[in-house]
């Protein structure tokens, strides 16, 4: 029987890595300079927090945020943009970063693949899915189908397994 999960996960080594690369080019950039614009990053929650003197520097510094992001490959599809809030002179703006699958989100994808009418059966697991078939044509044309699919949200596959239960051989011997 082989089987897959899908998950929601993001590479926060990627996500540094890009924040990091965001801060150098918005304190090179002359438009910036004496601006109160910041990019924080907490690993714990994970999350990230803008903070921008106005609305055009926000949508900027988010842009920058984003493109560096692309570029590293993390999925921005995963990001979950919180309201902008005012905090004295600057806006401040928290944008969470998903990690793991909600209930709703699991729902959406059982029912998707209970759609597909294909001979695998679908197992929500806390934060995932496990999916599981005897084919293992039908998990791959199941996903395919899933990465076609216009989510709201990012999937990616972990944990292929490949379990194949052969016939016992018959060793031939030398009278044979």
């Known amino acids: 029987m082989a089987s897959f999960d899908i998950v929601c996960e993001v590479n926060m080594q990627e996500v540094t890595n890009g924040v990091d690369q965001a801060r150098r080019e918005i304190g090179n950039r002359y438009d910036f300079r004496g601006s109160n614009c ?12 803008i903070t921008a003197d106005d609305e055009f520097k926000m949508q900027t510094t988010i842009d920058i945020l984003l493109t560096k992001l692309i570029k590293r490959s993390v999925p921005v599809k995963s ?15 928290e944008i969470t970063i998903q990690q793991g699958l909600s209930k709703e989100q699991c729902k959406k994808i059982n029912l998707y693949i209970k759609s597909a009418k294909l001979k695998v059966q679908a197992q929500v697991q806390s934060d995932s899915v496990r ?11 199941l996903m395919k189908n899933i990465k076609d699919q216009s989510l709201d949200f990012d999937v990616q596959f972990t944990n292929l397994s490949l379990i194949h239960i052969s016939e016992p051989t018959r060793l031939l011997s030398i009278e044979d």
């Open 38 to 49: 910041e990019i924080s990053l907490d690993k714990n929650k994970p999350s990230l927090l």
């Open 79 to 93: 990001l979950i943009y919180g309201k902008t809030e005012p905090s004295g002179k600057v806006l401040k703006k």
């Open 131 to 141: 999916v599981s078939g005897k084919k293992k044509d039908d998990l791959q044309t």
